[in-house]
């Protein structure tokens, strides 16, 4: 009932030269090219008070009080709609010592010769990797959930890894990675801003969806690596 009045009062001020409020995110850990879209927002929304909430987690809006979750994968909730960004494909990498130490793999069934690293919530679920007809499972010396624990494995030369293409982007550009079985793309990955269809959005909710949709070209650019 609270957020209900609290909208309603939100919409009043829509139509004024700013908007102002708070704004509830959640957003997924180490998704660093959205920190700077949010720090861009605020700047230029400065009555926009920001709480941010990391987790890789299902975000129950209600619950954990969020106006706008930005989620990666399919979206198949009838609460919630579902607001496309873009697509984008993970990156096998290493870095140029580990090439030079234990050469490159030229098939993906070449993996189960390298020390490797994944992503994985369980301790008791092995990692797969899936590539175009073919599913391996890597010689995964570590997995974790912390995207930058493997970025750090993969640049101290001692694994291979798959990450985001907007985590490994600047460590391509300088050298310190290298791109590795690009001719076997990865599957793509869906980014999506969610929030609840049962609520009439805010002007505050809704100033944020168009400044994330407007920023779309610019997330591109941000989320691409160049090889």
């Given at each position: 009932?609270?957020?209900?009045?609290?909208?309603?009062?939100?919409a009043?001020?829509?139509?004024?030269?700013?908007?102002?409020?708070?704004?509830?995110?959640?957003?997924p850990?180490?998704?660093?090219?959205?920190?700077?879209?949010?720090?861009?927002?605020?700047?230029?929304?400065?009555?926009?008070?920001?709480?941010?909430?990391?987790?890789?987690?299902?975000?129950?809006?209600?619950?954990?009080?969020?106006?706008?979750?930005?989620?990666?994968?399919?979206?198949?909730?009838?609460?919630?709609?579902?607001?496309?960004?873009?697509?984008?494909?993970?990156?096998?990498?290493?870095?140029?010592?580990?090439?030079?130490?234990?050469?490159?793999?030229?098939?993906?069934?070449?993996?189960?010769?390298?020390?490797?690293?994944?992503?994985?919530?369980?301790?008791?679920?092995?990692?797969?990797?899936?590539?175009?007809?073919?599913?391996?499972e890597?010689?995964?010396?570590?997995?974790?959930?912390?995207?930058?624990?493997?970025?750090?494995?993969?640049?101290?030369?001692?694994?291979?890894?798959?990450?985001?293409?907007?985590?490994?982007?600047?460590?391509?550009?300088?050298?310190?990675?290298?791109?590795?079985?690009?001719?076997?793309?990865?599957?793509?990955?869906?980014l999506?801003?969610?929030?609840?269809?049962?609520?009439?959005?805010?002007?505050?909710?809704?100033?944020?969806?168009?400044?994330?949709l407007?920023?779309i070209?610019?997330?591109?650019?941000?989320?691409?690596?160049?090889?």
């Amino acid at each position: 009932g609270l957020d209900i009045v609290q909208e309603g009062r939100d919409a009043l001020v829509s139509d004024q030269a700013h908007v102002k409020g708070k704004l509830r995110l959640s957003v997924p850990p180490s998704f660093s090219p959205w920190w700077q879209l949010i720090s861009d927002f605020q700047k230029d929304h400065p009555d926009i008070r920001v709480h941010l909430l990391s987790t890789e987690r299902r975000v129950h809006t209600v619950e954990d009080g969020i106006d706008v979750a930005l989620r990666v994968g399919r979206v198949e909730h009838e609460a919630m709609i579902a607001k496309h960004l873009l697509d984008y494909r993970h990156v096998v990498v290493a870095s140029p010592q580990f090439v030079a130490t234990y050469g490159r793999p030229n098939s993906p069934e070449d993996l189960g010769r390298f020390p490797c690293a994944t992503w994985s919530l369980g301790t008791n679920t092995s990692a797969t990797w899936r590539f175009p007809g073919l599913t391996v499972e890597p010689n995964a010396v570590l997995s974790t959930n912390d995207s930058m624990h493997l970025l750090h494995s993969a640049m101290a030369g001692e694994v291979i890894t798959e990450l985001p293409p907007f985590i490994v982007k600047e460590a391509i550009e300088r050298g310190q990675l290298v791109p590795l079985l690009s001719a076997y793309p990865l599957p793509e990955s869906s980014l999506n801003l969610l929030y609840p269809a049962h609520r009439h959005p805010s002007a505050v909710v809704r100033t944020y969806l168009e400044y994330c949709l407007n920023r779309i070209p610019w997330l591109e650019h941000a989320c691409c690596t160049r090889t």
